[in-house]
C-alpha cells in the first residue's frame, strides 16, 4: 500500500507543529478507561458509529461545567477519518484466530492508541483554544446527559444508544472531581 505525496501533504499541512500529548484531556481519558462498564460501553458506541474522542471529549468538558456544542476542527475529523479509522479498519480486518497475524495485531492496537493519543491532542487544542463558557445548565447531570448526546455521530442517535449513555452518565456523575479544568 502506498500514499500519494499529494494525500500526505493535504493532512499533514494542516497539522500543527506543537501538541500536547500529555495534557489533561489524555489523563481523564485514562482514568476514565479504567472505570467498570466505561470500555465495554464505548466500544458498543464505536460499533455504532459514535467516536469514542468526541464522547471523551464531552464527558471531560462536563465534568468541568462546560458545555459541548459537537462542533469539531477539520483537521482533528479528518486525523480521525484517515489515521485512527484507518489503522483500526486494518487490524480489525486480520484473522483474529490465526496466529500468523497475531504480531501484526498488536502493532496495529499499538499504533492505533498512538493515533488517539494524537487525536486526544487535537481535540485538548481544539477545546482550549476555543474555551468554552461554563455552563448555565442546573445540575451536573443535565450537563452530563446533554454533553454525551451532543457528541452523537447524527441527529437522533442517540435515541437507540440510551443504554450506553445511561452507563457513561452514571459514571461520569460519581467520577471523582479533580484538576482536570481547560
Known amino acids: 500500500m502506498s500514499f500519494s505525496s499529494e494525500n500526505n501533504a493535504e493532512l499533514s ?12 484531556l489524555w489523563y481523564f481519558a485514562l482514568a476514565f478507561w479504567r472505570q467498570p ?4 460501553n464505548c ?3 464505536q460499533h455504532q458509529g459514535w467516536s469514542i474522542t468526541r464522547l471523551l471529549s464531552a464527558a471531560w468538558l462536563a465534568l468541568n461545567n462546560r458545555l459541548y456544542t459537537g462542533t469539531e476542527d477539520a483537521t482533528l475529523t479528518e486525523w480521525r477519518d484517515r ?3 484507518s489503522l483500526r479498519a486494518v487490524r480489525q480486518w486480520l484473522p483474529k484466530t490465526n496466529l500468523d497475524y497475531q504480531d501484526l495485531r498488536d502493532n496495529l492496537a499499538t499504533l492505533e492508541l498512538d493515533a488517539e493519543r494524537i487525536e486526544l491532542a487535537l481535540a485538548w487544542q481544539m477545546l482550549t483554544k476555543n474555551n468554552p463558557e461554563d455552563s448555565t445548565m442546573q445540575g451536573r447531570e443535565t450537563l452530563i446527559r446533554h454533553n454525551l448526546e451532543a457528541a452523537a455521530p447524527f441527529s437522533g442517535s442517540a435515541t437507540g444508544a440510551a443504554s450506553q449513555l445511561n452507563v457513561l452518565a452514571d459514571i461520569l456523575a460519581n467520577f471523582p472531581k479533580g484538576a482536570l479544568r481547560p
Open 83 to 85: 489515521v485512527t479509522g
Open 37 to 40: 462498564g466505561v470500555q465495554e
Open 43 to 45: 466500544l458498543i458506541l
Open 13 to 24: 499541512a494542516d497539522l500543527p507543529d506543537t501538541l500536547k500529548p500529555d495534557n489533561p
